[in-house]
């Protein structure tokens, strides 16, 4: 099922944790609409405005898998709100430079586990929920 143009519902539910601890990480209809927005008006966004591919390596998160890999109870990963990625050609920080200045309606933006040159790691992108 596509979320958006570029970004798919498997993408953003796959999880090599769930698959190895046999966890069905499947959104409810609040959370899956959340990643339609998160896709739409965040990554699709971001995507165009730095003329990059984008790679999810987290996205939804059920509760069971989100506490499996010790991540934090009130997580926007928990209600389809959230995303770590990273992009082709980009590091890590010229990614997150390029987010701030996108324009985009972000509630969180967060380098997770970079280097101290820039490299490596994630940048965690989140929206605020509506309503």
């Not at 770590?84 to 590091?91: E, F, Q, T």
Request: charged share 20%; net charge neutral.
């Amino acid at each position: 099922m596509k979320l958006s143009p570029h970004f798919s519902l498997e993408e953003l539910c796959f999880s090599q944790t769930a698959t190895r601890l046999g966890i069905e990480n499947v959104p409810n209809a609040e959370a899956l609409e959340n990643l339609k927005r998160l896709c739409n008006d965040g990554l699709e966004t971001l995507r165009a405005f730095i003329k990059k591919p984008i790679v999810v390596s987290s996205g939804y998160r059920c509760l069971r898998l989100n506490t499996a890999i010790g991540s934090s109870s009130n997580s926007g990963h928990i209600k389809g709100l959230a995303s770590d990625l990273r992009a082709i050609g980009m590091s890590t920080e010229q990614l997150m430079r390029a987010a701030i200045q996108s324009g985009i309606e972000w509630d969180q933006l967060i380098m997770e586990f970079v280097n101290s040159d820039g490299s490596g790691g994630w940048l965690h992108c989140a929206i605020a929920q509506v309503g």
